[in-house]
């Protein structure tokens, strides 16, 4: 059973960092490109930033570039964000989602999300 | 960049057929994904590479794009079907996502 479980929101001052993880586990995570989606409160989806199974292709969302950064541990099954320079408009639910295979592939599988709120 | 657009809300009776579209240009050469979303929950794959369902999901979920229009479509809805419906698509390696479709079941 595939399983993500992400780790590290929490209230953090403007200006601020959070390095956010997303443990996962139930299929071969070395494999996949993982993205980081986020959704503020009681708004939509937006996608973040995405990066290729090995790690040597990494893509952000514009709102993001210069600001965030993507990497992960396959020897760990784990996924990260490290985010500075936090802004207001940062504050969301942060998940981390598996992408399928195949050209353009679906977010197969999503983990419940981690609250990230800036906020002096 | 890519745009997405969804209609805020749509309300369908019980039993009857919804229809969410999904507008953006020229949809129909790229392919789309919708995700549902209850309240408090992760976003769930409903319908993949514009027309698939994913196993475990009804048949009463189908979907279909051409044009500048992709169309979910709910047949016989239900209560359970009661949530946020998302289309997504890939353009120049990043997601896009349209604003989201409240559906609510009358």
């Known amino acids: 059973e595939v399983q993500l479980l992400e780790s590290g929101g929490g209230l953090v001052q403007p200006g601020g960092s959070l390095r956010l993880s997303c443990a996962a586990s139930g299929f071969t995570f070395s494999s996949y490109t993982m993205n980081w989606v986020r959704q503020p409160p009681g708004k939509g989806l937006e996608w973040v930033s995405g990066i290729t199974g090995s790690g040597d292709g990494t893509y952000y969302a514009d709102s993001v570039k210069g600001r965030f950064t993507i990497s992960r541990d396959n020897s760990k099954n784990t996924l990260y964000l490290q985010m500075n320079s936090l802004r207001a408009d940062d504050t969301a639910v942060y998940s981390c989602?598996?992408?399928?295979?195949?050209?353009?592939?679906?977010?197969?599988?999503w983990g419940q999300g981690t609250l990230v709120s800036v906020s002096s | 960049s890519y745009e997405l657009t969804q209609a805020l809300s749509v309300s369908v009776a019980l039993g009857q057929t919804a229809s969410i579209t999904c507008g953006g240009n020229?949809?129909?050469?790229?392919?789309v994904h919708w995700y549902q979303q209850k309240p408090g929950q992760a976003p769930v794959v409903i319908i993949y590479?514009?027309?698939n369902r994913p196993s475990g999901i009804p048949e009463r979920f189908s979907g279909s794009n051409s044009g500048n229009t992709a169309t979910l479509t709910i047949s016989s809805a239900q209560a359970g079907d009661e949530a946020d419906y998302y289309c997504?698509?890939?353009?120049?390696?990043?997601?896009?996502f349209g604003g989201g479709t409240k559906l609510t079941v009358l």
């Open positions: 590479r514009d027309r």
């Open positions: 997504q698509v890939w353009d120049s390696s990043t997601a896009v």
């Open positions: 020229i949809i129909g050469s790229k392919n």
């Open positions: 989602a598996k992408r399928g295979t195949g050209g353009d592939p679906e977010f197969d599988y």
